[in-house]
T-cell receptor, first 116, second 109 residues
Framework: DAGVIQSPRHEVTEMGQEVTLRCKPI?????LFWYRQTMMRGLELLIY????????DSGMPEDRFSAKMPNASFSTLKIQPSEPRDSAVYFC??????????????FGPGTRLTVL | GENVEQHPSTLSVQEGDSAVIKCTYS??????FPWYKQELGKRPQLIID?????GEKKDQRIAVTLNKTAKHFSLHITETQPEDSAVYFC????????FGAGTRLAVHP
């Protein structure tokens, strides 16, 4: 398996533009997570899906952020309009959830977003 | 709300020494405690994990201990090597992972 795939790997955009980040989870995994990593705030969970359904979006900073998972093999995180403070590395991770215990999350390579 | 505190934030050791990183969590319902290693510019990668029905787990030079009563868990690395230098994150999970702030470990030859 190729692991979790994210695109693009780097994105540079100007304030006010729409940004779409993409993620393909590991085949067979039923949970998908979007994280943001910055020096100031560390690793923050933005939203997660179980079986394509959003379960917890309490980490989404504001209405400018939205995420979708139209099927088991694809998810997007959209920022519209983007702002300089959105600059960060965005990670997607996936896992197979079974039973009551959590399981290893496999992280993608991340998308480094710079908003000028 | 859910919170995971991790310390120290930085740790510097000599090659061959042991390193210990400690975490506390707030949500008593947490039942899964992974540790991730992140090298500069790379993704976090799992190095060891433990479930709440186990008190200790070891894998070669690394071990994790869990004290559910005190809501503490720790990572122990023995015989450290320069390639152990990285940022280490603890996390606690019931349904979602809450990460600690990270420990930057430097192992000096």
């Amino acid at each position: 398996d190729a692991g979790v795939i994210q695109s693009p790997r780097h994105e540079v955009t100007e304030m006010g533009q729409e940004v779409t980040l993409r993620c393909k989870p590991i085949s067979g995994h039923n949970s998908l997570f979007w994280y943001r990593q910055t020096m100031m705030r560390g690793l923050e969970l933005l939203i997660y899906f179980n079986n394509n359904v959003p379960i917890d979006d309490s980490g989404m900073p504001e209405d400018r952020f939205s995420a979708k998972m139209p099927n088991a093999s694809f998810s997007t995180l959209k920022i519209q309009p983007s702002e300089p403070r959105d600059s960060a590395v965005y990670f997607c991770a996936s896992s197979f959830r079974q039973g009551v215990f959590g399981n290893e999350q496999f992280f993608g390579p991340g998308t480094r977003l710079t908003v000028l | 709300g859910e919170n995971v505190e991790q310390h120290p934030s930085t740790l510097s050791v000599q090659e061959g020494d042991s390193a210990v990183i400690k975490c506390t969590y707030s949500d008593s319902a947490s039942n899964y405690f992974p540790w991730y290693k992140q090298e500069l510019g790379k993704r976090p990668q799992l190095i060891i994990d433990i479930r709440s029905n186990v008190g200790e787990k070891k894998d070669q030079r690394i071990a994790v201990t869990l004290n559910k009563t005190a809501k503490h868990f720790s990572l122990h690395i023995t015989e450290t090597q320069p390639e152990d230098s990285a940022v280490y994150f603890c996390a606690a999970s019931m349904n979602k992972l809450i990460f600690g702030a990270g420990t930057r470990l430097a192992v000096h030859p």
